[in-house]
């Protein structure tokens, strides 16, 4: 337990001290924001909002309505979004936002994403006249537009202090036992940094998505078999492709055609002693700083960028499948 514990500050400095911000959306998951303007512009959603309701998240709300009990968790714990208590809560935040389009007379169809656990609002394609409407309606906060933000990185091991020689890995903390979330491009799986060496325990949580092989939409995007290191992988691309749309060379899928993600994942969590080569030129032996950690990638970002409405929805999921820490190299946008 101490060295889990040593562990996960570790991996927070790793993700925080590059950053110039932190925001935390759940009571023990951490999120590194890196703050550098990727490229401009970006191509707006049409009518994309995400709407801002009045009560608090799952993650945050402490009691008070007669009926539902508090479902925030102690300090240190993390939301059980399966419990009996969350369920309500979420049924109760989900039916004000339900009824807060009727009210506006937008049809249920024009949502995209509803948000429970980290937010409690949802993202949805409206007209300027509809989302006036729904502005002027009760528990609406507020409605912004949505945006696209950029994928970057910035970290290394040496300059952390991780291969010391009285640093975190010499004592043997090597992130066992520890599920990293990654939000960023998607994942290449059979990346020599994610292969399962047989010797990988079996993970704390359990991720029933492993989202690869979407051959119908382009034929290199091979079946993959998670294991007990890369556990699990989802896309969040709903408003991205109602957007802009997926080229035929990308994948629809969680598959990496543009290799930050790829990259991010390896840098946080790959394999150790994994030989790294550029075009066929050998570059040296790399590691993970977390090298022994479990992955799962929410792959919410495509070629032109990331939508701050599948962003949020990839949040929400990696909060509801309790992953340790999320690794979210992204940044830009007019915020």
């Known amino acids: 337990m101490k060295k889990k514990i ?47 309701m009045a009560g608090e998240p799952a993650a945050a709300y402490q009691g008070g309505i007669q009926g539902l009990s508090a479902t925030k968790p102690a300090a240190g714990k993390k939301i059980d979004a399966k419990s009996p208590a969350v369920a309500r809560y979420v049924d109760h935040l989900k039916a004000a936002q339900d009824a807060a389009l009727k009210a506006a007379g937008i049809s249920p ?61 010499k004592k043997g903390v090597d992130g066992t036992g520890v599920v990293v ?12 940094s994610f292969a399962d060496d047989g010797k990988y325990k079996p993970p704390p949580i359990h991720i029933s998505e492993c989202n690869f092989g979407n051959t119908a939409w382009n034929a290199n995007d091979a079946p993959f078999t998670c294991n007990n290191k890369l556990i699990g992988a989802y896309e969040f691309l709903d408003t991205y492709k109602l957007a802009w749309g997926l080229s035929p060379d990308e994948f629809d899928s969680a ?17 150790s002693g994994v030989a790294a080569s550029i075009y066929g030129i050998p570059r040296g032996i790399i590691s993970g700083m977390a090298p022994r ?11 032109a ?13 990696a909060t509801v499948d309790g992953v340790d820490a999320i690794n979210y190299s992204i940044g830009g946008g007019p915020a």
């Open 305 to 317: 960028g990331c939508y701050t409405s599948d962003l949020v929805g990839a949040i929400e999921q």
């Open 181 to 192: 979330g990654v939000i960023d491009t998607g994942i290449w799986p059979e990346h020599p």
């Open 109 to 169: 169809d024009k949502m995209i994403y509803s948000y429970t656990i980290v937010l409690n609002g949802f993202a949805a394609q409206l007209t300027e006249a509809e989302a006036a409407a729904l502005a002027k309606q009760p528990g609406v906060l507020r409605i912004v537009p949505d945006t696209m933000r950029y994928i970057q990185t910035d970290s290394s091991p040496k300059y952390l202090g991780l291969d010391a020689k009285a640093g975190p890995w």
């Open 6 to 52: 040593f562990f996960l500050l570790t991996i927070l400095v790793l993700m925080l001290s590059v950053s110039t911000g932190t925001l935390a959306m759940g009571p023990s998951t951490k999120i590194n924001t890196d703050s550098i303007d990727g490229p401009q512009p970006a191509k707006a959603p049409a009518g994309g909002y995400i709407v801002f």
């Open 293 to 303: 950690a479990h992955v799962v990638m929410y792959r919410a970002c495509a070629d």
């Open 255 to 271: 598959r990496d055609d543009n290799g930050h993600g790829t990259h991010t994942t390896s840098t946080a969590a790959g394999n």
